[in-house]
């Protein structure tokens, strides 16, 4: 009795040691979202997930995401090993920002005491129209969901930076009129003086007395003459 229940004890550490061990090498990861979030080349309604490893030679990583129960596979993705200073003893996600109601999009995952996770790799179409979104560079292959794992590993990989946003020319300025400078020692033309009007006087006499004074002396030089004669 004793034997088997020290036997039975010994089976499950061993299962227990084993089991640990696994989840170390495809660190497997159980993740439960809220709200629903953008893998590459799909989007994960709200609920729980199990991210494993796949076993792979290559530098780069390819991982699985399942159902919460391992019986279905939601997608294959290709990652590249992506590092850190500081690792922590919890399952860290990075998110990258994207405009409000839209899925937050996954970038990296790091499973918990490694100084290194897993970064995801989009599809080329949407890895430029994601970048452009979150203004940061996003990781891109020309792949799609249907790409086999040995076709992701080899996979040719590039970074897709945001498009850079041009400023606006500033407006032109309107150029001051530059003031004519007057060559230093010439005189400046003389004015020519400009002749004074002649002043007419009022005519204020009238020809009449003149007329009448010519007339009585007419008269008197003829009374004159008759008499004479």
Same mark, same amino acid.
Request: glycine share 4%; aromatic share 6%; with cysteine.
């Given at each position: 009795?004793?034997?088997r229940?020290?036997t ?6 061993l #299962?227990?040691?084993?089991? #640990?061990r696994a989840?170390?090498?495809n660190?497997?990861?159980v993740? /439960? ?16 997930y ?6 792979s030679a ?5 991982v699985? #995401? ?10 294959? %993705?290709?990652? %590249?090993?992506n $590092?850190?200073?500081?690792? /922590?003893?919890?399952? #860290? ?13 996954l970038r990296?995952?790091? $499973?918990?005491?490694?100084?290194f996770?897993?970064?995801f790799?989009?599809p080329?179409?949407?890895?430029v129209? @994601? ?9 891109a292959? *020309? ?6 794992p040995?076709? @992701? ?7 897709v930076?945001?498009?850079e946003?041009?400023e606006?020319?500033?407006?032109p300025?309107?150029?001051? *009129?530059t003031?004519a ?5 010439v005189?400046p033309?003389?004015?020519e ?6 002043a007419?006087l ?6 009449m ?9 007419s ?6 003459l008759?008499?004479?004669?």
């Open positions: 009795m004793f034997k229940a020290l039975l004890v010994c089976c499950t550490l #299962v227990a040691i084993f089991s #640990v989840d170390e090498w660190k497997k990861t993740v /439960t979202f809220s709200g629903p979030v953008e893998l590459p080349g799909i989007v994960l309604p709200p609920g729980t199990v991210f494993k490893l796949l076993d290559a530098d780069r990583h390819i699985r #995401v399942f159902n919460k129960d391992e019986t279905k596979i939601y997608t294959t %993705i290709l990652a %590249i090993p $590092y850190r200073l500081e690792p /922590t003893g919890d399952t #860290v996600l990075r998110f990258t920002e994207r405009p409000r109601n839209a899925p937050e999009a990296a995952w790091f $499973y918990p005491g490694d100084n996770g897993q970064e790799v989009y080329k179409a949407r890895a129209n @994601l970048a452009a979104e979150v203004k940061a560079p996003v990781l292959a *020309p792949v799609t969901p249907e790409t086999k040995e076709e @992701l590993a080899k996979a040719p990989v590039e970074t930076a945001p498009p946003v041009e606006p020319a500033p407006p300025v309107a150029a001051k *009129p003031p400078v007057e060559p230093e020692g005189p033309p003389a004015l003086p400009t002749p004074a009007p002649v007419e009022p005519k204020t006499a009238s020809p007395p003149l007329v009448a004074l010519l007339g009585m002396t008269l008197a030089l003829v009374l004159l008759k008499r004479l004669s």
